[in-house]
């Protein structure tokens, strides 16, 4: 009889939290969501996404994050927030599914499901957790999508399988070491020889995996400088403070809805802010930082102006020209056992450089801006801007700011 009321409760209580996305959608016409209920007719499987958040994905969608931290429900399903990146630097919420278990062809739902709320838009790059159904169902339907595991997941799973702390130390400095791939093979063979991990099992399947994680692998493939889901920490704490294991069904749905309209709303304020405020230029080459400043937004500044001004601590290592491109090589004052190339294309202002940093983050490198100046550039060239870092992304895209959430925080008041 217990189960059995306890069933009838929960299809009740679904009942309300379908109602209230239906209510959702009959106010907002882009608001999508899709469930699936199981062979006795109980919801097993629950997806929704807003207008924005569906806007939001067709600018930065780039890279997709999978967080399966949650399980704060009075039934305990779990909780996936499909995240990105937007062009503050701020984390913003996808789309999310409830599930009743985290089986491959679960998983495959919500990926197909998102897929089609999204208009068939895929990501370029996905971050995952590491769990292996996930992983699967990603390789299955997402296959031209670079995949990344957390480093903080595997960070924290070798110091649960190895008790070495010289080995997981030095192993958390070689998964960010941007070096060459034959540089890390030589660097991890002296690694696990050296703490005598060799034979360990554990290690091989990570080294199996390295491609999955070693920056000397992922080096050129965008993730908008996320190497951890952990990026997400605000977001986590946002959730965590709106949601709690004692909700039932459409209590956690109303209250993540309020959640994501929290997210929106400091996303509005960060527009405004980068809009109608202007940073102190604090470098001797104003021309250039006043470039960065007027097109990309506030944070996205801030951390390009410090590859800015590292352009000052690098050592000409010479020049050559050929045609109409240059060709400049470059080390680190103090260290001129690194050296980079930077290719110029005088013709299409277009530089490449062989630290890859444009590739992976969308900004330029400090080996870049030191062409610049050689150069005698007073403006950042087009070549050298990713539009996802602008202040005028929104409308380059579709025209749509981040207002829809100020709107429903003002009915929620």
């Excluded at 009321?5 to 996305?21: S, V």
């Excluded at 590859?307 to 601590?313: E, K, T």
């Excluded at 992304?393 to 929620?412: H, I, R, S």
């Amino acid at each position: 009889m217990d189960e059995e009321r306890r069933k009838n409760i929960f299809n009740g209580d679904a009942e309300w939290a379908l109602g209230f996305l239906a209510a959702k959608k009959d106010v907002d016409d882009m608001f999508f969501y899709k469930y699936h209920v199981d062979n006795e007719g109980r919801l097993a499987r629950l997806f929704w996404a807003d207008s924005k958040s569906c806007a939001d994905f067709s600018i930065f969608g780039d890279v997709l994050v999978f967080d399966t931290t949650y399980k704060t429900n009075k039934y305990h399903k779990p909780l996936v927030v499909l995240a990105g990146v937007d062009n503050h630097l701020n984390s913003t919420i996808f789309c999310c599914a409830l599930l009743s278990d985290e089986r491959i062809e679960t998983y495959e739902w919500v990926l197909n499901t998102f897929v089609e709320a999204m208009k068939g838009r895929k990501p370029v790059a996905v971050m995952t957790d590491g769990d292996s159904a996930m992983r699967r169902a990603i390789k299955n339907l997402l296959p031209d999508a670079c995949h990344r595991l957390c480093s903080w997941h595997l960070h924290r799973n070798a110091r649960s399988n190895i008790r070495c702390e010289e080995f997981n130390n030095r192993l958390y400095n070689l998964m960010a070491r941007k070096c060459s791939t034959l540089e890390f093979e030589n660097r991890w063979v002296r690694l696990v020889n050296e703490c005598g991990v060799v034979e360990n099992e554990w290690v091989k399947k990570l080294y199996r995996r390295k491609r999955l994680w070693a920056e000397a692998y992922l080096r050129g493939h965008f993730f908008a400088g996320m190497r951890s889901t952990q990026r997400c920490e605000k977001m986590n704490a946002l959730l965590n403070e709106y949601l709690n294991e004692k909700m039932r069904l459409y209590e956690f749905v109303r209250s993540f809805d309020l959640a994501i309209a929290w997210l929106q709303h400091t996303e509005s304020k960060a527009v405004h802010k980068s809009e109608n405020t202007k940073p102190v230029l604090t470098t001797i080459l104003s021309e250039l930082e006043g470039s960065a400043a007027e097109m990309f937004t506030r944070n996205v500044f801030f951390m390009v102006r410090k590859h800015l001004n590292r352009q000052g601590l690098l050592i000409s290592e010479g020049w050559s020209e050929e045609g109409g491109s240059r060709t400049y090589y470059y080390s680190k004052y103090g260290g001129h056992e690194i050296s980079w190339r930077v290719d110029y294309d005088r013709s299409m202002e277009k530089l490449i450089c062989s630290c890859m940093k444009f590739e992976s983050k969308g900004i330029p490198c400090a080996h870049m801006f030191r062409v610049m100046v050689v150069e005698g550039m007073n403006r950042i060239p087009e070549a050298c801007i990713s539009k996802r870092w602008t202040k005028g992304v929104y409308c380059t895209n579709n025209g749509m700011k981040a207002f829809v959430a100020d709107e429903q925080l003002t009915q929620m008041a």
